[in-house]
């Protein structure tokens, strides 16, 4: 994205030069709705990002600004303190605070400051732009105000705000992947322990190629439900094996015991993770040996698990994947939390032209939306910018 706009924008506003900063969204090759379980993932930071303009202000608030022409930003300005009172309005500034307010419990002290935002991370389409400013804004506080957070600290802090600010009990995937982010390579993070290992990403012959569905994802009660489903399954469990704290930590035995104690939906949906997280396993080693063919196979029984047993699909993304499956794309499925945004397609090179004219001309068609296409490159986290 060309910066020079919201450099001058800043300018304009505020009288004064600041700071740019970047944090990136993501995609996730497989393992979706297994981080808060503990399992494992494996995403990307990509070149589609969230970019700040920020400068201390020598008062006690916060001055916030968003240029972006969208529909979702109730107004396009905020003003706030950082006491827990003054929560702004806009959801988009509530962001920004909620951020500021993790850092405060942990210790900081954030004097007032003038930001900026913008950023080419299309919202609702399940590449983490909330994630992504949260990052940058935490990234760049950091840095302003020579604070003691590191990237892991960073990723935390923005889970929180989704937690404690948003409503999203989400896990720690799009925070991680933002903060951490290394061209290349795709991470695969152990989300219980926290510890990872980059995973070059280099398909030879291959591309991956997101198509957005355009309906809407809000995240919010439906993925909330879901977390429960699990936390109740992992409650059952527990009682016979008490060493079962995650969902990472149950066997498919485990689960059976307790066909009769949950509910059919929270079994269906425990039984799903359980599968998925065995399946990155699998997955990486195929990714390991270049068999991007079995690879793209998984991502195939992902989205089939991700659509029957947890429920997050929707008629216009099962339509694309059905697609996919009918151009011979390697792999494909829904990509994110679900209810909306994009698929993940793993295409070979001399298919991919085709595909997307027929996939993207058929899907308008049914349902009279035009997709939108994005070819990602993987690229850094987040990061200051020398402008
Ligand atoms: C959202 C959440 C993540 C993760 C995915 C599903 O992106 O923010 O923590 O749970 O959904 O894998």
Not at 65 to 94: I, T
Not at 124 to 146: I, N, P, Q, Y
Not at 256 to 276: C, G, H, L, M, T
Request: hydrophobic content about 40%; some cysteine; glycine content about 10%.
């Amino acid at each position: 994205m060309d910066t020079s706009k919201i450099t001058t924008k800043f300018k304009e506003l505020y009288g004064a030069e600041g700071a740019v900063y970047t944090a990136p969204g993501r995609i996730n090759l497989i393992g979706e709705h297994t981080d808060y379980n503990g399992g494992f993932v494996l995403p990307g930071a990509i070149d589609k990002a969230i970019y700040c303009v920020i400068k201390p202000n020598g008062t006690a608030k916060v001055r916030a600004y968003a240029p972006d022409e969208n529909p979702q930003l109730v107004s396009l300005s905020s003003e706030f303190g950082l006491e827990e009172a003054d929560r702004p309005k806009d959801r988009w500034a509530q962001y920004i605070f909620g951020v500021c307010r993790e850092m405060v419990k942990r210790g900081a002290t954030i004097p007032g400051f003038d930001i900026l935002i913008s950023g080419d991370v299309p919202l609702g389409a399940g590449m983490s732009s909330s994630a992504a400013l949260e990052s940058c804004v935490g990234f760049a506080l950091t840095d302003t105000f020579a604070l003691s957070f590191d990237r892991l600290q960073l990723a935390l802090i923005g889970q929180a705000t989704e937690h404690n600010y948003v409503g999203v009990k989400c896990g720690i995937m799009d925070q991680f992947v933002s903060c951490f982010g290394k061209e290349g390579s795709l991470i695969r993070l152990d989300c219980r322990s926290l510890e990872y290992e980059y995973f070059p990403f280099d398909p030879k012959g291959y591309r991956l190629a997101l198509i957005n569905t355009c309906v809407a994802h809000l995240l919010g009660g439906e993925y909330n439900e879901r977390r429960e489903s699990c936390e109740r399954v992992v409650a059952a469990i527990a009682k016979k094996h008490p060493e079962v704290a995650l969902l990472r930590d149950a066997n498919p035995c485990m689960l059976k015991e307790v066909a009769n104690q949950v509910s059919a939906v929270d079994y269906i949906r425990a039984e799903f993770v359980i599968e998925e997280i065995q399946r990155l396993l699998d997955t990486c080693e195929l990714l390991k040996k270049g068999d991007y063919e079995a690879a793209g196979r998984k991502m195939y029984e992902t989205h089939t698990g991700l659509s029957l047993k947890y429920t997050v699909s929707c008629p216009e993304l099962d339509f694309l994947n059905e697609k996919a499956k009918e151009y011979g794309v390697a792999g494909s499925r829904v990509m994110g939390g679900g209810f909306g945004g994009c698929t993940i397609n793993l295409v070979k090179d001399e298919l991919c032209d085709t595909f997307i004219a027929k996939t993207t001309e058929a899907y308008e068609k049914a349902f009279n939306i035009k997709p939108i296409v994005y070819n990602v490159a993987i690229k850094d986290g987040a990061k200051k910018l020398n402008v």
